[in-house]
């Protein structure tokens, strides 16, 4: 086997295995300490939810077959939600109707909210084959506690999932060469 260099699509997608818990983990700090309805905590949600695309993109490329595809239809999902919840936070910040306390067409958050957790979880399956046992199982764990903490608006809670996803994430990129492929 012949192994290639990284491309620049390579490096931002692995990059992102850093970045997206990294940003994450500032959002739900500032929730943490400022509330569930703060805008700069909300600004930092919808940066962190946007980089989460390209990390979830880069596991996508490590899996194979019909569990990648999978994880890329649910992680589109995921990502829609999770941004959406942060566009919410902002508009909650402006004095403006919670979405999820609304009802009629504004429901479509919740469901699409409980892609983001799922899209972890399958991403833990992805990772199964091909990264140590402690970052698969961190991972789920994550997934599952994920939902947790953000619907109970739990904030410690919600800090100690996103810095295990900032080690289990951190860990994956360190694991995952920057070179693959035949050539």
Do not use: C
């Amino acid at each position: 086997m012949t192994v290639r260099p990284a491309t620049p699509v390579d490096r931002v997608l692995t990059a992102a295995l850093f970045v997206a818990p990294v940003i994450y983990l500032i959002a739900d700090v500032l929730y943490a300490v400022r509330g569930w309805d703060d805008p700069l905590a909300a600004v930092f949600h919808v940066l962190g939810a946007t980089a989460y695309i390209l990390l979830m993109l880069r596991l996508v490329a490590l899996g194979r077959g019909a569990l990648a595809a999978v994880l890329l239809v649910v992680g589109a999902l995921g990502a829609a939600g999770n941004v959406a919840y942060g566009f919410n936070t902002i508009h909650v910040s402006l004095g403006d109707t919670d979405l999820v306390d609304a009802s009629g067409v504004a429901t479509l958050i919740k469901p699409l909210g409980l892609f983001f957790p799922l899209t972890l979880l399958l991403g833990a399956a992805v990772l199964r084959r091909t990264q140590p046992l402690w970052t698969v199982v961190l991972l789920a764990v994550a997934s599952l506690a994920w939902p947790v903490a953000h619907i109970a608006n739990i904030g410690w809670l919600a800090v100690a999932v996103n810095a295990a996803l900032v080690a289990t994430f951190a860990a994956v990129a360190l694991h995952t060469p920057a070179e693959h492929g035949e050539a």
